[in-house]
């Protein structure tokens, strides 16, 4: 081809030799759509919260927060599954989010789950917490769904998706990694 050709030209050779190979190799393309999520995506909407404390390894506590925007303050408020209240908060530059569990008068510290936000379905995190008596540590990892939503529309959770794939490339490592047999050799 010359520099002189068009783009178009260029466009048609090429979707010549993709027509050739799509005949001898289907090819799959997965269209990722990343949109940035900001705070009228979770005003008013529901979650069902699963927390991994450190301190219980075994064991995942399971309750709720609804995100709502309080009529008279005009403030995010996050009411828990135990009536418990707190903030919320989204960083749609960073693409972040926080929502605080306080207790009656700070005196039982307050907790904070954070973390990016990489799905508008499913979110994970940490969970830090303090109180009067004990500096701010991480006490916890977090998997937020989203309540109220077409489960086939939101699809399975990331965390579901990366241990599937994380399986998949080990197995091949390990088929990889296997010594070659007398058999494989003839």
Same mark, same amino acid.
Request: glycine share 6%; proline share 4%; charged share 35%.
């Given at each position: 081809?010359?520099?002189?050709?068009?783009?178009?030209?260029? !466009?048609? !050779?090429? =979707? *010549?030799?993709?027509?050739?190979?799509?005949? +001898?190799?289907?090819?799959?393309? &997965?269209?990722? +759509?990343?949109? +940035? $999520?900001? @705070?009228?995506?979770?005003? %008013?909407?529901?979650?069902?919260?699963?927390? *991994?404390?450190?301190?219980?390894?075994? &064991?995942?506590?399971?309750?709720?927060?609804?995100?709502?925007?309080?009529?008279?303050? &005009?403030? %995010?408020? #996050?009411?828990?599954?135990? %009536?418990?209240?707190?903030?919320?908060?989204?960083? !749609? #530059?960073?693409?972040?989010?926080?929502? =605080?569990?306080?207790?009656?008068?700070?005196?039982?510290?307050?907790?904070?789950? !954070?973390?990016?936000?990489?799905?508008?379905?499913?979110?994970?995190?940490?969970?830090?917490?303090?109180?009067?008596?004990?500096?701010?540590?991480?006490?916890?990892? $977090?998997?937020?769904?989203?309540?109220?939503?077409?489960?086939?529309? #939101?699809?399975?959770?990331?965390?579901? @998706?990366?241990?599937?794939?994380? %399986?998949?490339?080990? +197995?091949?490592? @390990?088929?990889? #990694? $296997?010594?070659?047999?007398? @058999?494989?050799? $003839?």
């Amino acid at each position: 081809m010359s520099s002189s050709s068009s783009s178009s030209d260029v !466009a048609t !050779a090429s =979707s *010549n030799e993709d027509n050739d190979e799509d005949e +001898e190799e289907e090819e799959e393309w &997965e269209i990722v +759509e990343f949109e +940035e $999520l900001d @705070e009228s995506d979770f005003i %008013n909407s529901e979650w069902k919260v699963g927390t *991994n404390w450190y301190n219980k390894p075994n &064991e995942i506590d399971t309750t709720w927060v609804r995100l709502i925007i309080d009529p008279e303050s &005009e403030k %995010n408020v #996050a009411i828990w599954g135990d %009536n418990s209240k707190g903030f919320w908060k989204i960083d !749609a #530059a960073a693409q972040f989010f926080q929502i =605080s569990k306080e207790t009656f008068g700070g005196w039982g510290g307050k907790k904070l789950w !954070a973390g990016p936000i990489d799905d508008y379905y499913y979110l994970q995190g940490t969970v830090r917490g303090w109180n009067p008596i004990r500096p701010a540590s991480v006490t916890g990892q $977090l998997q937020m769904i989203r309540l109220g939503v077409d489960r086939e529309e #939101a699809g399975v959770a990331p965390w579901f @998706e990366d241990e599937d794939e994380n %399986n998949e490339n080990d +197995e091949t490592k @390990e088929t990889e #990694a $296997l010594p070659e047999s007398k @058999e494989d050799k $003839l």
